[in-house]
């Protein structure tokens, strides 16, 4: 994108506004998400310890910026405030909030450390607000509890598996090659992101 300062040419003024800096931005922070992600951890050894939990967040964070990232690139080069895969649901056919893979992973991310103290209320609870434990080595790769802030709620064990979440980031992270396609002169520079 960058050769010969094509990028740049092109993006820095779009109707008054820098979408390079958006690119620029959205490349980074891929690149490093991408650097060193592990789909595998081995977490079997940590059980309730706190490590594992911040192993997972780190995870899940990464996946964050790589969706995040994917989602600014493609509205700028199909000049679009569409969300990207917005409405699927391929990869979590059966979790239990009955949401799209991109809720579903919002979810995920509060739940397992981004905002764990203010979720909001799922699965048939009342009205009001959960809050996660710390996440731990369970069901499928890793799992939460949640506990209801009413006191006639029940508990909820969200479950997450580390192979969907990787499915879940390479059907985004995959999409850098339909947006480096779009332009012919950046074809040949699509060799250098991947």
């Known amino acids: ?106 979810t995920i991310r509060a739940c397992f450390g981004a905002h764990p103290v203010n979720i909001k209320a799922y699965g048939g609870q009342d009205s009001g607000r959960m809050f996660a434990s710390w996440s731990y080595v369970g069901f499928d790769d890793f799992s939460v509890l949640l506990y209801p802030s009413s006191a006639k709620g029940n508990n909820i064990d969200l479950s997450i598996s580390f192979e969907k979440l990787e499915k879940y980031t390479a059907l985004r992270y995959e999409h850098l090659r339909d947006l480096l396609s779009l332009n012919t002169e950046t074809e040949s520079f699509a060799g250098d992101l991947f």
């Open 1 to 106: 994108m960058n050769y010969n300062g094509f990028g740049a040419y092109k993006f820095s003024n779009i109707n008054g506004k820098n979408k390079w800096n958006g690119i620029c931005s959205a490349m980074d922070w891929i690149t490093v998400a991408v650097d060193g992600i592990d789909f595998t951890p081995n977490l079997t050894y940590i059980g309730h310890r706190t490590s594992g939990s911040i192993i997972v967040l780190t995870l899940i964070l990464r996946i964050a910026l790589i969706k995040e990232g994917i989602e600014q690139l493609h509205r700028v080069f199909y000049d679009t405030n569409e969300v990207f895969l917005n409405d699927s649901c391929d990869v979590w056919d059966k979790h239990p909030f009955g949401e799209t893979d991109n809720a579903h992973f919002e």
